[in-house]
Each structure stands twice: as structure tokens, then as C-alpha cells.
């Protein structure tokens, strides 16, 4: 009966798709690009949490303003001089 072999090939070239599709889709919530922002986000909670006890500088480089507690522009990097 050929007719059955064929069924079973079917069969397991469905079961592997199924199978690719799903690990996909389980890994898709972990893809960089989610780390990325989740990064992101965490980069800008941890700029705008320090208390503002200094004064306030304008990154010349970005324009992001910061308090002259740090010494260097915490969006691009630059000094602010
Ligand atoms: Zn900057």
C-alpha cells in the first residue's frame, strides 16, 4: 500500500513545519529587537531617575538636556564642551 507511505511522508513534512513554525514563534518574544528597546527603555528610566541637584547643560552635539552631574552627554557620549 504506497498509498500509506505517501500519508506518513505527508504527514511528517507537516509535523516538521508545524514544528519550525512553532520554535519561531516562541522565539520571536526574545528577538533582538525587543532587547533592544527593552535596553532603550531602561537607558532612559536610568537618565531621568537622578535626582537634578545640579544644573541643567544642553548637549551642543544632540541637544539633549542633562544635569552637569555627568560628565559626558548620557544620550550621545560627547563631552559637553
Ligand atoms: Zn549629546
Redesign the pocket.
Known amino acids: 500500500m504506497p498509498v500509506i507511505g505517501i500519508g506518513f511522508a505527508v504527514a511528517g513534512l507537516v509535523l516538521a513545519f508545524l514544528g519550525y513554525r512553532d520554535l519561531r514563534d516562541k522565539r520571536d518574544p526574545y528577538d533582538l529587537s525587543l532587547l533592544k528597546e527593552i535596553h532603550e527603555e531602561e537607558e532612559l528610566r536610568n537618565v531621568r531617575v537622578p535626582e537634578s541637584t545640579g544644573d541643567n547643560v544642553m ?6 538636556v542633562y544635569t552637569n552631574e555627568f560628565p559626558i ?6 563631552s559637553g564642551n
Not at 59 to 64: D, I, T
Not at 73 to 78: A, D, E, Q, S
Open positions: 548637549c551642543p552635539a544632540c541637544g539633549e552627554c548620557p544620550r550621545c557620549g560627547r
